[in-house]
């Protein structure tokens, strides 16, 4: 006799304080019926399961429902990462929108600023396979041969926006979606995105301190689940652009 399947668990809810529904709130650009975006700022982790509101995952407990339920992430972010994500408000949402990212039907850009120069040329695709390696409690992500056991195929566009000293501004595309591919793939061909320390990125440009990942998602174009294409961009933040003028670059 088949057992019935096991019902998936709700999250627990978290108790979030006035200040952090109010930050959680703050980063919406966009919100429906169905879906819900976010400008996510560099050093919040998209997920963590450690129990506390030091998570996006956990902050969305601020737009709960009567019912219990509240928005669920489709994608992430790395923690370091600032810029466009996408939550669901309902499981027939998160159903569609998960089935049409495995089906890359997402279009995701993101602007990086990189070092010591522009690629060459100033426009092409990386098509480098990647494997994950496990350093003590680190995941990374390293290129390797196409044959090799655990190479997962991964492309990568890139176009050059504005050249200065020593750096360069890049408009980014991932047409694969490994974990750190943008960063592997640039620090692959030379190219390392500024303040990237896990991939070798330059921690001062322009004679001032890097403060973080100079990675920016700037847009997401996906397919809504009431039909159509919706696209969502979120502005450049402050400290990359502070860190683009000081190179020289012109966002």
Known sequence: MRRPP?????????ALSPDEIALVRS??????AEVLVLNKPSGLSSQ??????????????AFVKSSGRRPGLVHRLDRDTSGVIL?????P?????????????????YVAIVTP?????????????LRREEVGREAYMRPCPDDHPDA???????????RGDGAALLELEPVTGRMHQLRVHLAHVGRPIAGDVRYGGALTLGGAAVPRLMLHAGSLSFPHPCGGTRTVEAPAP???LAVAAAAGLTP
């Open 6 to 14: 096991a019902q998936k668990r709700r999250p627990a809810p978290i």
């Open 27 to 32: 980063l919406v650009i966009f919100e429906d």
């Open 48 to 61: 963590g399961g450690r129990g506390q509101a030091n998570t996006l995952d956990e902050l969305l407990w």
């Open 87 to 91: 939550c669901a408000k309902s499981q």
């Open 93 to 109: 949402a998160a159903s569609f929108l998960g089935k049409a990212l495995a089906a890359r039907k997402f279009s995701k850009r």
């Open 117 to 129: 120069a522009a690629p060459e040329p100033p426009q092409g695709e990386i098509a480098t396979a």
């Open 152 to 162: 997962e195929p991964s492309l990568s566009r890139y176009r050059t926006l504005s």
């Open 238 to 240: 402050p400290d990359l």
